[in-house]
C-alpha cells in the first residue's frame, strides 16, 4: 500500500519541480526585462550577468526566447540587446485600457440603470477583444455573461463587432483565425465573408448589433469609442432579451450606448465624430 501510494505521489512532484523550474525562469526573464529598462539603452549578456548575478549562457538563453515575441531586440552589428518594440505597444495599451475604464466607468452605470439592461465594455487585445469592465442592471435578464478579463466571441456579439470593424483587415484576420467562428445559433456567421460584410454595415451606420447570434432569445447593440484618424480604443455594448431589442426600443438603446460612446470618447480627451453620432 505504501509502495503504490508512493507511486502515485512521485508525478505530481515533478510536475511541481517543473513548475518552479518554470517559474524562476519567468522571474529571471522578468528581472532582465526590468534591468534593461533601468540601466539601457543597450546592454551586453555579459553586463547583464555581471549586474543581476546569472549565468550568462541563461542570459542568453532568455534573451533570445524574449527575442521570438519582440520583447528584446539585438543590434544585428553587435553584441548588444535592447527592449523590444513590443513592450511599448503593450504599455501604450495597458496605459489607454487603465484610462478608459477610469473614465467609462460613470457613463457604464448611467447606461444601466437607463436601459435597465446588461452593460460591458470592450477592447481591442492582442488575442481579440477583451471585456474589461461590466455593469448589471437590477431588471437584467441574461443567461450568458462575457466575465471581466475574458475575450468576447467577437464574430457573433455586438461588442465585438463595434471593435473588429475598426481593426485593419490584417488584425481582423488574425483574430478570426486565432479563435475560430465557432457557430452558436443559426444565426452565427459562419464565413469570414459574411462577417466582413456585417463589419462594413456596422462602419457605415456607427453601431453593431447582436441578433440571436450567440444565443437564442438574446440580442444586443454595441457603439465603438473611437479617437482621431478612426482609431477605436473600444467599444460600450448592452445586450438583453430579444423581446427588449424591437422596434423603438431598439432605437432608444441604439440612441444611448451610441451617445454614451460618444461621451466616453470626448472625456479621453477626443471630440471627433463618426457616421450618424452629432
Keep these: 500500500m505504501a509502495l503504490a501510494s508512493l507511486r502515485r505521489r512521485v508525478p505530481v512532484a515533478r510536475r511541481r519541480e517543473s513548475a518552479s523550474g518554470a517559474s524562476k525562469s519567468l522571474q529571471k526573464a522578468i528581472r532582465i526585462l526590468?534591468?534593461?529598462?533601468?540601466?539601457?539603452?543597450?546592454?551586453?549578456?555579459?553586463?547583464?550577468?555581471?549586474?543581476?548575478?546569472?549565468?550568462?549562457?541563461?542570459?542568453y538563453r532568455l534573451l533570445g526566447a524574449m527575442e521570438k515575441f519582440d520583447l528584446i531586440q539585438r543590434d544585428p552589428e553587435g553584441e548588444k540587446y535592447r527592449l523590444g518594440l513590443k513592450l511599448h505597444d503593450l504599455g501604450t495599451?495597458?496605459?489607454?485600457?487603465?484610462?478608459?475604464?477610469?473614465?467609462?466607468?460613470?457613463?457604464?452605470?448611467?447606461l444601466a440603470r437607463v436601459s435597465n439592461e446588461a452593460v460591458s465594455l470592450a477592447v481591442p487585445g492582442s488575442s481579440g477583444v477583451v471585456c474589461?469592465?461590466?455593469?448589471?442592471?437590477?431588471?437584467?435578464?441574461?443567461?450568458?455573461?462575457?466575465?471581466?478579463?475574458?475575450?468576447?466571441?467577437?464574430?457573433?456579439?455586438?461588442?465585438?463587432?463595434?471593435?473588429?470593424?475598426?481593426?485593419?483587415?490584417?488584425?481582423?484576420?488574425?483574430?478570426?483565425?486565432?479563435?475560430?467562428?465557432?457557430?452558436?445559433?443559426?444565426?452565427?456567421?459562419a464565413r469570414i465573408e459574411e462577417l466582413k460584410?456585417?463589419?462594413?454595415?456596422?462602419?457605415?451606420?456607427?453601431?453593431?448589433?447582436?441578433?440571436?447570434?450567440l444565443e437564442r432569445g438574446l440580442n444586443g447593440v454595441a457603439a465603438p469609442i473611437i479617437l482621431q484618424d478612426a482609431h477605436v480604443v473600444g467599444?460600450?455594448?448592452?445586450?438583453?432579451?430579444?423581446?427588449?431589442?424591437?422596434?423603438?426600443?431598439?432605437?432608444?438603446k441604439i440612441d444611448l450606448v451610441r451617445e454614451t460612446a460618444r461621451k466616453i470618447a470626448a472625456n479621453l480627451g477626443d471630440h471627433t465624430d463618426w457616421p450618424g453620432v452629432h
Design 197 to 213: 460584410n456585417d463589419l462594413r454595415r456596422v462602419r457605415q451606420r456607427g453601431y453593431a448589433l447582436d441578433e440571436q447570434e
Design 132 to 189: 474589461v469592465e461590466r455593469f448589471d442592471s437590477p431588471g437584467a435578464r441574461i443567461t450568458v455573461r462575457t466575465p471581466v478579463g475574458s475575450l468576447f466571441p467577437a464574430h457573433c456579439t455586438a461588442a465585438g463587432k463595434a471593435v473588429l470593424a475598426y481593426l485593419s483587415e490584417q488584425d481582423v484576420s488574425e483574430i478570426v483565425q486565432r479563435n475560430g467562428m465557432q457557430r452558436y445559433t443559426a444565426g452565427t456567421h
Design 34 to 59: 526590468l534591468h534593461m529598462g533601468q540601466n539601457g539603452p543597450e546592454l551586453r549578456i555579459s553586463e547583464i550577468a555581471a549586474s543581476l548575478r546569472l549565468n550568462k549562457t541563461t542570459v
Design 93 to 110: 495599451k495597458a496605459l489607454k485600457a487603465r484610462t478608459l475604464q477610469s473614465e467609462a466607468r460613470r457613463f457604464l452605470a448611467d
Design 235 to 252: 467599444a460600450v455594448g448592452i445586450s438583453g432579451p430579444t423581446q427588449r431589442f424591437q422596434g423603438r426600443e431598439l432605437g432608444e
